[in-house]
């Protein structure tokens, strides 16, 4: 879920300005899934903006405290939200770690990444969910190094109804900045869309994998 609406359109505008999102339903983007999509979403270009990266950070901070609690330690999946999170950790003044999609196969062999001991409170951080299955992979790693996870926060999300399910089969609260219906009111706003465009993006988002076909 969002945090609130203001906090919605406000984290959407700042991802159009710098062009982390970008949205061509003329010419769609192609993900490593193969699906075909209207829309692309890079937040890392987050990093680049330091009046962002600041907003980004201060309310993925105050978020995660309001709804968390302060954890002991700030967690970032690989790659994507190891910026962001060592960003958030830093604002809170914790400890942070990140964890890989899979162990090494060399050296230590680690997935995660970092100082953690058992029973310590984990907050997750994403940068973008889709479908959560690399996101609920992270924390099935962080599981199982007997630490307790207490929630995850990402910037952006898609709002797919197979994520939805994903986190409440593992039980897993998860609160985003904003998310694709917040993105297309905002897009639509601003003209960076025209309605025509919005039905298209509609379209897209209700049944993702089966877009192409249409």
Not at 24 to 37: I, L, Y
Not at 125 to 149: F, H, R
Not at 186 to 204: G, M
Request: proline letters at 4%; charged letters at 20%.
């Amino acid at each position: 879920m969002i945090f609130n609406k203001h906090t919605a359109r406000k984290t959407a505008e700042v991802l159009l300005q710098i062009n982390a999102i970008k949205l061509n339903p003329k010419q769609p983007f192609t993900w490593a899934s193969g699906w075909k999509s209207p829309i692309y979403c890079d937040n890392r270009m987050v990093l680049s903006f330091p009046p962002i990266r600041n907003y980004i950070r201060e309310t993925m901070g105050k978020q995660i405290e309001k709804q968390f609690g302060k954890p002991d330690v700030i967690a970032g999946v690989a790659t994507g939200a190891i910026g962001i999170g060592m960003l958030v950790a830093e604002y809170m003044g914790l400890p942070f770690i990140y964890v890989r999609p899979e162990a090494k196969s060399h050296g230590r062999k680690n997935q995660i990444e970092g100082f953690i001991q058992k029973g310590q409170n984990v907050v997750v951080v994403e940068d973008l969910i889709s479908t959560g299955k690399s996101s609920l992979n992270a924390v099935k790693a962080l599981n199982e190094a007997k630490v307790n996870v207490k929630g995850m926060i990402a910037i952006f999300t898609y709002g797919f109804e197979v994520a939805s399910e994903n986190f409440k089969k593992n039980d897993i609260d998860l609160y985003t900045l904003s998310n694709y219906e917040s993105l297309l009111d905002q897009a639509l706003e601003t003209k960076y869309i025209s309605q025509k465009d919005l039905k298209t993006l509609s379209t897209w988002n209700d049944n993702p994998s089966k877009w192409n076909a249409n």
